[in-house]
């Protein structure tokens, strides 16, 4: 997930609002009822054109989210009958990945799509793609330069923040809580998404005239977010108040939450994971919202990438060709309007 650069606030739209546009403007096969896959859709841009092979490279799927990043990416390309899919096999070696995008640029694909493990590692590679005149979808996790893709297209960490912090700040307001205890689990803290999501939520708290109090760092695991969590709790007897940035570690948060008989504050997930979904519309617990980081991204990477293959763009804007950057949007998840995202939910 990319540190943020403000110049990526180019064409800022929710994760599902992409997905739409994209559907409306590219599809060519009839719709696909599956979780986070987008399909379906008419419009001039939806009739089959020029054959397009599209090159895919991502991390290892040892992660839902990064599992459904995968298999999003897939079940995209499975609805182009003008489309061919070449997907390497995921990888957490940074010099594995330099590898088999190398011989995707050898095998001469149309267009790259590279979720790099590592994206200031995988920078020298996507120039190489660039400079052998194959355009990249820099995929969330961002090269160090913008030379190294023609396209960017990812999450907004700081604005997870924001909107997790402000989703709690009215949430404590309504209940007339004048100085709650509000705790957050983090992930990774040398990771620079985590210190957006983090800053992110100080700002939005701080113009409440709220603070964050105890906070500990898990690392994205099941694992972590419950060892991390159980600390957090031990050490605050009460609380108003938690956001964990990471629903797939949010299985751990809820399992010590459970295991502590804890039940009087209000929690917020982080990334849009099915699981906390479903524990939003029961309304049956302490989890009340999520905050979306979708992998409907890949998808609509995947759609990007065979216009650009066929030199077109997106039908609903007035530009001729596609942007050079697209960050979704973090839309706040609640029990009123969960049906509408629960298609864009990841398993955990």
């Known amino acids: 997930m990319p540190s943020l650069d403000r110049r990526r606030f180019l064409w800022g739209t929710t994760a599902v609002g992409t997905a739409a546009l994209l559907a409306g403007c590219t599809s060519n096969e009839s719709g ?21 092979t599209i090159g895919f490279s991502a991390p290892a799927a040892d992660h839902g989210w990064m599992a459904a990043m995968t298999k999003n990416a897939k079940a995209q390309a499975d609805e ?15 010099n594995q990945q330099i590898g088999q995008v190398e011989t995707l640029i050898n095998d001469k694909v149309d267009v790259l799509v590279v979720l790099p493990f590592d994206g ?27 030379l190294a893709y023609r396209l960017w297209i990812g999450g907004d960490n700081y604005r997870m923040g924001v909107n997790a912090g402000e989703y ?43 603070s964050v109090g105890p906070r500990v760092s898990a690392s994205f695991t099941s694992e972590s977010g419950e060892q991390q969590t159980a600390n957090l709790l031990q050490s605050a007897p009460k609380l108003d108040a938690l956001w964990n940035h990471d629903d797939d570690q949010g299985i751990g948060v809820m399992a010590a939450i459970d295991s502590a008989g804890r039940k009087e504050f209000v929690m917020v997930g982080g990334a849009g994971s099915r699981n906390m979904m479903d524990l939003i519309k029961a309304d049956s617990g302490v989890v009340k919202a999520t905050v979306l980081y979708s992998p409907s991204m890949a998808s609509s990477a995947i759609a990007l990438a065979r216009l650009l293959g066929q030199a077109k763009g997106i039908g609903d804007m007035a530009e001729h ?14 029990k009123e309007n969960v049906d509408q995202y629960l298609d864009v939910g990841f398993d955990s």
Do not use: H
């Open 168 to 210: 709690i700040a009215a949430q404590l307001k309504a209940k007339n809580v004048s100085n709650p205890i509000i705790g957050e689990v983090a992930g990774i803290d040398s990771l620079p998404l985590t210190q957006e999501r983090s800053q992110g939520f100080k700002d939005a708290l701080a113009k409440a005239g709220f």
């Open 80 to 94: 182009f009958s003008d489309v061919t899919f070449k997907a390497t096999e995921g990888t957490n070696d940074v």
């Open 321 to 334: 060709d596609i942007p050079a950057s697209i960050t979704t949007y973090s839309a706040v998840v609640t």
């Open 32 to 52: 696909n009822t599956a979780q986070n896959v987008v399909a379906g859709g008419s419009g001039q841009n939806s009739q089959p054109g020029k054959q397009v």
């Open 120 to 146: 200031k590692a995988l920078t020298e590679v996507g120039r190489q793609a660039m400079d052998a005149g194959i355009p990249v979808i820099n995929l969330d996790r961002v090269f160090d330069t913008p």
